[in-house]
């Protein structure tokens, strides 16, 4: 082998040495902002080495480089940079009403070995490297949410997760064993063969049965998703945008992976399973985001909702199911990360909840506009991204006959619709003393444009998004 | 269809007028959203009526070359529809290899051409008159970028050539009415106005969105031109089973569809947010009741025409939820002593009479009922702007909403244009000949009769009697009232507040409700021919098309309606004269149906037997039995239900935090047993 | 022994993991039932690698013990943050027990 075909690995070698570089930066560099730096422009470089670099396609005994890979990989990419930049002040001293996080290079280090991970899933060719890629991806998250120094939400935080998590790896550890004596293989090709060859084997469907399980935990479907609301509360704000963007994405590229390819035989046979965990989510996370007050709960809450949503396109055929998928998860993204910074300038003086984005409006009238963009597309009203993601999932479901799922979906969406409107209503009520004005940084707001933008762009011209969803259904 | 592309007119000026009439909006709101509103609220309010009556030079260009190249080439267009252009915008792809294409067009045909040119005309005019309102307002540098992307939207949405398109637009004219609901925003009731009207017709589009997708991916396309053509009824016309129920998915499909159009055109019971949305400012409630918004209903309805008509059971459903909300609306006007809300009940009961007559359809004349709704439609929307406009202005003259300060304030000699135009509007919405309701209500009324639709007929005659009378109380009492025992509270404030402005009529508003009353009174008159011809036309092929029979295309007014007009009228005069006598004549102030007010006893005491007969007729049968349980019904039944549907999703909510408690192990049990459960009842069963 | 004992033994580990994660207050002894729950799936690798699993023809013997070393590191790496996060939950609250951890909720 020369060292020339080893260039579609780059990558993902890259990322292994940025994280290892990053983890280490700390013993040289006091004030933290060394890795920061090194972080956000290795990311960025692995950002356009992705998009625009190798094409090709290479297979390393079960590590796969598709394009469909290289997709994903931009997606968990930029996801990681936006949580990056999304941390940033929670490191400077009074960045955060909360507390200062220390030791910056660990913190980046350890989101960077989650990417390893998530590399890893979408990559795997047999099941162990899908094992490794997926606990890779959880397990720096107990560590990071357990990040925020003497607070006992972040600590119970931690250990509520480690505790879901670990019995969650239980379960797919568990399942995958099943599936193995059920098709005798670890390969996706041979377990995708056994698996048409045998589509009714019990042993099969045991391991089917815990492996979703193991799943639905990452993805927080219901009824897995308890953890979900305690988890993202307790955690720091980047790591809670972290879990619900990157990590969710993760969990839909690994539900992808294996039940769109090796495990497509089954499918047909799973969707009643699917459609009920998404009408739970749906409900759950909806009913759930009515009552809060905080807003890391109430973001919680409202991407199990998403989730739910999301699972419709598991019900779905083919690269429509794929592309709406994608679609969805870009668009929920940049929605997301709009609502962060937001939460994370409003943090700076106050607790991030309902009652803190009070006054908004008077504070900076743009900020206030940009959350209502946000809880519009979180809404799904045109021309935002949030609108057209949900009627991509809403026809896939249709197109598939599952009217009375639509139903319940789009009557959820109504549902959802109210308490986004709260939020909206926070913004603008008058506070009760004489608010600050709220100043930005050039680079936030910088960021706060190409976001607002993104959300309007991607509603009324899906072309960019189209492509990455085309080109990671091929 | 044929070829129903305008390629050969490319470079036709009509064709750079149709992404004008678009843009030009859109560049408006642009504008002065992102800048101009900021640095000078005068510079964009200007800015924003020049580009709106740009669009309205642009609409009347695209309407002539409408005329000129299409209606007059029907062997080309034997539709009489055409695309100015259409772009792809983005493609689903339905698994089984077939692609689901939504567009964003401009399709021209009678009716889109119609909605383009009124829009244009009223926004541009609304426009004008908000220069004026506006003046004072701190926040004017934010409301014109609205009101401009309030007329885009609805232009869009008017023009869309396909159900995704509508869709899209659709929402976004439900945004802009949230934004511009609330203006005020530091006001709680208007923040929870907007919020209402947002969430309520929001909960009717979930209804629309499911419908707009079992018709679209059903019959493989989301176009009008497909959908309204028969091979789209036909393959929508089967059961299809849903668990335990089946359904036939053209009656779904279209029901779904309405439900969407029944709650932006605010039907019974889903009107409840329309009354409310006047907290939005004055011009905002006379786009909102004229020309955008609530008339999207009609117009989707009739958009779909030729769909609906395939659907006997859609059909008697629009017409009833027409019929009653007709008739219920407008009992509730006759009660109402606050403006903006007489107004509001009377474009519900003028809706409903629009969506009844779409309805009533399904006999033997679906193109007298298609033209009888759109010629409605028309002359509603500048009679109804014009009525706004005026009530605006005596707003803003008197400061108060109320009915009875304004009848205190001699408005009469101080604002004599004002006078005249509303007595115009009045006489009009009232349907005295010659002016234009006349004409529209007269058509519906045919329209019910030669379908033989006997109930819509009657709910149409009741309820010109009814808006007959509480459009003249409503003009008598502001311009003829009397202070006698009407103003016992409120007199102090409204006199001080005129004290501190004398009344006067500013030009820039004057001048819109002057050009409106033009139309308001001879659009009747003059848009007979056009829409008994040409709308009438489509609505008729597209009936027949669709599998409708179609007898005779000639009017059939002189061998089966002739007394109709005469029995509308003299209806109509009866009405406005029992007003008359009530509220001007014997100056009885707004008594009824105020029972405290002690005028009320003074004139039990006077015995006239004539007065007892009236006294019956507004009392005992008109507030008791009419007015009284309408508005009884409108306050416990609809707004309860709605008020229980929200306190249970609440309850629930309650639950579920009360299951959320925190302890990491209960989290894990209830994943354990809810995975067992879910492969139990949903797995294959190995 | 034969394939149905093992399963056997590995289903009856994994309730006992199962039940002991749900029911023992101290969060050690919570995390070793999260350790039995592993150890059956281990136990089903190599049983199926030995014995041949319920599909027909050859399967790949090596794949599952290969597996089952990978899992035993990984889940060693978990135990190892999961006993970081006790000691910084203990240093907090001086105590173990998951039933007090509900400050968050609702």
């Known amino acids: 082998m020369t060292l020339a075909e080893f260039t579609p690995l780059l990558p993902d070698l890259l990322l292994l040495a940025l994280a290892l570089a990053v983890l280490k930066i700390d013993l040289w560099s006091e004030d933290g902002e060394a890795g920061f730096h090194l972080t956000w422009i290795g990311l960025a470089g692995l950002a356009l080495l992705l998009a625009f670099g190798s094409r090709s396609d290479a297979v390393f005994a079960d590590y796969h480089i598709t394009a469909a890979s290289r997709v994903w990989k931009l997606l968990f990419t930029l996801a990681t940079l936006a949580t990056v930049f999304l941390s940033r002040p929670y490191f400077r001293a009074g960045g955060n009403a909360r507390g200062t996080l220390a030791k910056s290079g660990a913190f980046f280090g350890l989101l960077l070995l989650c990417m390893q991970g998530m590399f890893a899933l979408v990559s795997a060719g047999n099941l162990i490297v899908f094992y490794l890629g997926l606990e890779l991806a959880t397990m720096p998250i107990y560590a990071l949410a357990a990040y925020q120094p003497r607070d006992a939400d972040s600590a119970e935080a931690g250990s509520k997760y480690v505790l879901m998590g670990g019995f969650s790896s239980a379960l797919t550890l568990f399942g995958i064993s099943f599936l193995y004596g059920a098709t005798g293989s670890l390969g996706f090709p041979a377990l995708e063969a056994a698996v048409r060859a045998a589509p009714a084997d019990p042993a099969l469907w045991g391991g089917i049965f815990f492996l979703l399980g193991g799943l639905g935990f990452k993805l927080a479907m219901a009824p897995l998703h308890m953890w979900a609301p305690d988890v993202y509360q307790g955690a720091p704000t980047p790591v809670m945008a972290f879990l619900s963007v990157a990590s969710k994405a993760a969990a839909v590229a690994a539900l992808a992976t294996l039940f769109l390819s090796p495990l497509n035989a089954v499918r047909p046979d799973l969707a009643p399973c699917f459609a009920a965990a998404a009408v739970l989510s749906m409900v759950a996370g909806n009913l759930g985001a009515m009552r809060q007050k905080d807003l890391r709960r109430f973001v919680a809450y409202s991407s199990v909702a998403q989730v739910g949503y999301m699972l419709l396109a598991m019900l779905g055929e083919g690269d429509g199911s794929r592309a709406a998928l994608v679609y969805n998860l870009v668009t929920y993204g940049v929605t997301g990360f709009a609502l962060y910074f937001i939460m994370g300038v409003i943090g700076k003086e106050g607790p991030e909840t309902m009652s803190g984005l009070r006054g908004l409006s008077r504070r900076h009238p743009g900020l206030a506009v940009l959350l209502v963009l946000c809880m519009f597309s979180l809404a799904g009203v045109p021309p935002l991204a949030g609108f057209l993601g949900k009627f991509m999932l809403f026809s896939a479901a249709a197109a598939e006959g599952h009217y009375l799922l639509v139903g319940i979906a789009v009557a959820n969406a109504v549902v959802s619709f109210y308490y986004y409107m709260l939020v909206v209503k926070e913004a603008y009520i008058a506070p009760p003393g004489e608010a600050a004005a709220i100043r930005l940084r050039p680079l936030q707001i910088m960021v706060l444009w190409g976001l607002g933008l993104a959300l309007l762009v991607l509603g009324v011209c899906p072309a960019p998004a189209d492509w990455l969803a085309r080109a990671a259904g091929n | 269809m044929g070829d129903t592309r305008l390629a050969a007119f490319a470079w036709e000026p009509m064709h750079c007028a149709a992404y004008g009439i678009l843009l030009l909006p859109l560049l408006s709101f642009l504008i002065n959203g992102l800048w101009l509103g900021r640095k000078s609220a005068r510079a964009s309010a200007w800015t924003a009526t020049v580009l709106m009556g740009a669009t309205a030079a642009l609409s009347i260009i695209v309407a002539s070359g409408y005329r000129d190249h299409i209606l007059t080439a029907p062997h080309l267009f034997p539709a009489r529809a055409a695309l100015a252009f259409e772009h792809t915008w983005l493609d689903f792809s339905l698994g089984s290899g077939a692609v689901l294409s939504a567009r964003l067009g401009f399709y021209l045909d009678p009716i889109s051409v119609m909605m383009v040119l009124v829009i244009s005309f009223i926004s541009f005019l609304v426009n004008l008159y908000s220069i004026g309102y506006m003046k004072d307002d701190a926040g004017a540098g934010r409301f014109f970028p609205l009101l401009s992307f309030f007329s885009f939207t609805m232009l869009g949405l008017v023009v869309s050539s396909n159900l995704a398109q509508t869709f899209f637009f659709w929402e976004l004219v439900g945004a802009a009415s949230y934004l511009l609901i609330g203006f005020w925003y530091a006001k709680p009731s208007a923040v929870a106005a907007s919020k209402k009207a947002f969430i309520l017709t929001r909960l009717a589009d979930a209804f629309f969105l499911m419908g707009l997708l079992a018709v679209g991916v059903n019959a493989g396309s989301f176009d009008f031109a497909h959908l309204n053509g028969p091979e789209a009824a036909a393959a929508l016309n089967h059961s299809v089973g849903a668990g335990l129920v089946t359904f036939n998915l053209l009656s779904l499909g279209t029901l779904g569809i309405y439900m969407g159009a029944w709650g932006k055109s605010a039907m019974f019971p889903f009107h409840v947010w329309l009354p409310d949305a006047m907290e939005g400012p004055t011009p905002v409630s006379s786009l909102i009741h004229s020309a955008t918004m609530v008339v999207a209903g009609v117009y989707l309805t009739a958009r779909l025409y030729p769909l609906f008509s395939a659907a006997e059971y859609t059909l008697r459903v629009v017409e009833c939820t027409g019929a009653f909300t007709a008739v219920f609306a407008a009992a509730i006007a006759c009660a109402q002593t606050d403006l903006k809300r007489i107004l509001a009940f009377s474009t519900l009961s003028q809706l409903g009479l629009m969506m009844s007559a779409l309805g009533t359809g399904g006999g033997g004349e679906p193109g007298a009922a298609y033209t009888a709704s759109m010629f409605h439609i028309f002359t509603h929307a500048f009679f109804k702007c014009l009525l706004f406009l005026s009530a605006g202005a005596v707003i803003h003259a008197i400061h108060s909403n109320d009915i009875r300060e304004a009848g205190a304030g001699g408005l009469r000699k101080a604002m004599p244009r004002t006078y005249w135009a509303t007595l115009i509007a009045v006489a009009a919405i009232a349907g005295i000949w010659p002016l234009s309701g006349f004409f529209s209500k007269e058509a519906i009324l045919h329209a019910a009769l030669a379908n033989g639709r006997y109930g819509a007929l009657a709910a149409g005659l009741c309820t010109g009697a009814l808006t007959a009378f509480y459009m003249a109380r409503y003009f008598f009492l502001i311009f003829h009232g009397s202070a006698v025992g009407s103003r016992a509270p409120h007199d102090s404030r409204a006199t001080h507040a005129q004290e501190a402005h004398p009344v006067r009529e500013g030009a820039l508003m004057t001048l819109p409700i002057l050009i409106l009353a033009v139309p308001s009174a001879l659009i009747g008159i003059l848009g007979k021919g056009f829409f008994t011809g040409t709308v009438r036309l489509w609505g008729a092929e597209g009936g027949a098309s669709a599998g409708v029979s179609e007898s005779a295309l000639p009017m059939r007014h002189a061998s089966s309606g002739s007394w109709l007009p005469a029995v509308a009228t003299v209806l109509a005069l009866s009405g406005a004269g029992i007003a008359w006598y009530w509220y001007a004549f014997r100056k009885n102030g707004a008594a009824f149906p105020d029972r405290r007010a002690p005028a009320w006893y003074r004139i039990l005491a006077e015995k006239f037997y004539i007065d007892e007969i009236y006294l019956f007729l507004a009392k005992r049968v008109a507030s008791k039995w009419i007015a009284a349980p309408a508005e009884w019904t409108e306050r416990n039944i609809v707004n309860g239900a709605f008020d229980w549907m929200t306190g249970a999703v609440k309850r629930l909510a309650f639950l579920q935090s009360i299951a959320q408690s925190g302890q990491v192990q209960a989290y894990i049990a209830v994943a354990l047993l809810g995975i067992y459960l879910l492969f139990r009842f949903t797995g294959p069963g190995y | ?106």
């Open chain 3, 1 to 106: 022994m034969n394939l149905t004992a093992c399963l056997l033994l590995s289903a009856a580990l994994f309730s006992i993991g199962a039940y002991g994660l749900v029911t023992r207050r101290n969060m050690i002894a919570a995390l070793m039932s999260l350790e039995l729950m592993v150890n059956a799936a281990l136990i089903n690798f190599i049983a199926f690698a030995r014995f041949g699993g319920t599909h027909a023809g050859q399967g790949d013997a090596q794949a599952g013990s290969l597996f089952a070393l990978f899992a035993v590191a990984v889940t060693a790496a978990e135990m190892a943050l999961a006993l970081a996060i006790v000691v910084a939950v203990h240093r907090q609250r001086r105590h173990l027990d998951i039933r007090e951890l509900d400050g968050l909720h609702g």
